[in-house]
C-alpha cells in the first residue's frame, strides 16, 4: 500500500469515528432574560407600549375615573398631536443615524410664514398654505444638502440651521402675533386642524386625526417600500448600504426634505391649536420630538425602530404629564419622570443592541 493511500485511509477511519452533529443555532438554552431580549430586539416598540399600558394602569388605579375616561385619554391625544408629527420627522432622521436640532423651528417658521402671507398680505389661505409647506420642504432640503452632500456631521449643520431659522422667523415677523380673531376672519382654513368633533365621551381635534393618519402613512412607507428599506439600511450601515446600490445621498436628502415638509404640516397643526400665529411658540418641539422618539424605543444609532413607538413615546409623555398634573403634583416631577424614562430607554436599547452584537 502506497504511503498516499495508507493516509487517505487514516483520514477516513478517523473520519467516521468523528462527532456527526451539527452546529445548533436555535433558542434551545436560552435563559428567560434572553428570550425576552431576543424577542425585544425583534420587537422594539413593545417596550414603549409595555411602559403606556403600565402608565395607564398605574395613573387609573391612583386618580380612578378622574383619569380613566374617554374626555381624559382624548384629552392626552390632543395634547400630543403636535409632538407626534414633529417626532415622525425627527423619527426619519434619527433612523439615518443623524438627529435634526432644527425642526421646531421649521415647524414655527412655515407657520408664520403661512399666517402672515394669508392675514397680512391678503394671499388666498390655500396658496398661503402650500408656500408654508414648500418653505418647511426647502428648508428640510438645505439641512439634507448639508449633511449628504457637503458631509457635515448632522448635530453641528442643524444646530446651525436651528438658530438660522429662529433669526429668519423672528426678522420676517419683527416678533408680532397675529391674534387668533384675525386669523379667523381673514384665513379660517388655517385654523381647521384645531376643529374637535365628538364621539360618545371622547373629544378628538382633526390634528388628531392627522397624527395617527400620518403615522400610520410613514409606517407603511417604512416597512413596505423600496424607500424605507433604503432608510434603514442606511442608518444601519452607510457605506454597506452605498456598496450594495443604495444612492446613500440621494436618499438621505430626500429624508431631510420629508423630515421639514412634515415640519411645515406640524406647523399648520400648531395654528389650528393655539389659534393665532405665535413666532415664540413651539420652542421646545425639537426637543420633545427628540424625546418621544428615544422613549419610543427608536435607537440613537440609526437602523432600528419605528413611528409606530414614536406616537406611542409621545403618548407615554403625554400620559404621565396628565396624571401627575390631576394626582396633583408639582410640575417639575412630570419632568422629573420624563428624564428618567429617557435615560431607561436608552439603556433598554442598548441592552437590546447586544443581541446583535
Not at 210 to 215: N, P, Q, S, Y
Not at 311 to 325: N, T
Request: with cysteine; aromatic share 10%.
Amino acid at each position: 500500500m502506497s504511503e498516499t493511500t495508507r493516509k487517505g485511509s487514516d483520514f477516513e477511519q478517523g473520519l467516521a469515528n468523528s462527532d456527526t452533529r451539527v452546529a445548533d443555532f436555535s433558542a434551545r438554552g436560552r435563559t428567560p432574560l434572553q428570550h425576552l431580549q431576543h424577542f425585544l430586539h425583534g420587537n422594539p416598540t413593545m417596550v414603549p407600549v409595555i411602559v403606556l399600558l403600565f402608565g395607564i394602569l398605574v395613573f387609573g388605579l391612583l386618580i380612578g375615573g378622574r383619569f380613566f375616561n374617554a374626555f381624559t385619554m382624548t384629552l392626552i391625544l390632543q395634547q400630543v398631536a403636535i409632538v407626534g408629527i414633529v417626532g415622525v420627522a425627527q423619527t426619519l432622521i434619527i433612523l439615518t443615524a443623524g438627529i435634526d436640532l432644527s425642526v421646531g423651528a421649521i415647524m414655527v417658521l412655515s407657520s408664520v410664514i403661512m399666517g402672515n402671507l394669508a392675514v397680512v398680505n391678503g394671499v388666498p389661505a390655500p396658496l398661503a398654505l402650500t408656500i408654508g409647506l414648500a418653505v418647511g420642504t426647502l428648508c428640510g432640503a438645505i439641512n439634507g444638502f448639508l449633511v449628504a452632500r457637503v458631509r457635515l456631521p448632522p448635530f453641528i449643520v442643524t444646530l446651525g440651521t436651528w438658530f438660522i431659522f429662529e433669526a429668519v422667523n423672528f426678522i420676517y415677523t419683527q416678533n408680532a402675533t397675529i391674534r387668533a380673531q384675525d386669523v379667523e376672519a381673514a384665513a379660517p382654513m388655517l385654523q381647521f386642524l384645531g376643529k374637535s368633533f365628538q364621539i360618545g365621551g371622547a373629544v378628538f381635534t382633526y390634528a388628531v386625526v392627522a397624527a395617527l393618519g400620518l403615522v400610520a402613512v410613514f409606517y407603511y412607507i417604512l416597512n413596505y417600500t423600496a424607500w424605507g428599506r433604503h432608510v434603514y439600511a442606511i442608518g444601519d450601515d452607510e457605506d454597506a448600504a452605498r456598496l450594495s446600490g443604495i444612492r446613500s445621498t440621494r436618499v438621505l436628502t430626500s429624508v431631510y426634505a420629508v423630515s421639514g415638509l412634515i415640519c411645515a404640516f406640524a406647523g399648520w397643526a400648531l395654528i389650528g391649536r393655539i389659534g393665532s400665529v405665535s413666532p415664540t411658540s413651539g420652542t421646545e418641539a425639537n426637543i420633545q420630538a427628540i424625546t418621544a422618539v428615544v422613549i419610543g424605543g427608536t435607537s440613537l444609532f440609526g437602523g432600528r425602530g419605528s413611528v409606530l413607538g414614536t406616537m406611542v413615546g409621545a403618548l407615554i409623555v403625554g400620559v404621565f404629564a396628565m396624571g401627575l398634573r390631576i394626582y396633583g403634583t408639582d410640575p417639575q416631577w412630570t419632568r422629573l419622570a420624563v428624564g428618567a424614562l429617557i435615560i431607561l430607554a436608552v439603556a433598554a436599547d442598548q441592552w437590546i443592541r447586544k443581541v446583535s452584537a
